[in-house]
C-alpha cells in the first residue's frame, strides 16, 4: 500500500508539472497568434508622405484600425506588425521594414486613409 502512494505522489507531481507546461506553452502561443495593428503617422508634412523613413509608428491600436482608416490606397495610417521575439522600439516604417528583412519582425499589409490636404 505505502508503494501505491509513493508512485501516486511522483505521478501526481509529474503531471501537475506537465500541466503548467502546457498551459504556459499554450498562453506564448496564443500571444503570438494575431500581429498587433500600430498607427502610423507623417513625420514632415514638407516631405512626400509615401515614403518610409517619413512615415512614423505610434500607439499600438488594440482593436484595429477603424473609420477612415480602413482603404486600400492613399496615404498610410496602420500597419500590422508581428513582433516575434522582437522588443525593442520600432520608430519608422523604413526601420519595420528593415528589420522585416532581417526575418526579425513580421509586416502585414497596411492600411490607408484619404490623403489629407
Given amino acids: 500500500m505505502k508503494n501505491i502512494f509513493k508512485n501516486f505522489d511522483k ?3 509529474f503531471a501537475f508539472a506537465a ?3 502546457f498551459a504556459i506553452s499554450w498562453t506564448n502561443l496564443e ?3 494575431a500581429p498587433q495593428w500600430y498607427q502610423v503617422t507623417v513625420i514632415d508634412e514638407d516631405e512626400p ?6 512615415l ?4 499600438a491600436l488594440p482593436s484595429g484600425p477603424s473609420g477612415p482608416c480602413s482603404l ?5 495610417c496602420a500597419i500590422p506588425i508581428d ?3 522582437y522588443t525593442g522600439p520600432i520608430t519608422t516604417v523604413a526601420q519595420a521594414q528593415d528589420l522585416a528583412d532581417e526575418e526579425d519582425i513580421d509586416l502585414g499589409t497596411p492600411v490607408f486613409r ?3 490636404s
Avoid at 508622405?49 to 517619413?54: A, G, L, R, V
Avoid at 512614423?56 to 500607439?59: D, K, L, P, S
Avoid at 486600400?72 to 498610410?76: C, L, R, T, V
Fill in 11 to 13: 505521478l501526481g507531481i
Fill in 19 to 21: 500541466a503548467g507546461l
Fill in 31 to 33: 500571444s503570438r497568434l
Fill in 49 to 54: 508622405h509615401d515614403e518610409p523613413s517619413n
Fill in 56 to 59: 512614423a509608428i505610434g500607439a
Fill in 72 to 76: 486600400n490606397n492613399g496615404e498610410m
Fill in 83 to 85: 513582433r516575434k521575439d
Fill in 114 to 116: 484619404t490623403p489629407q
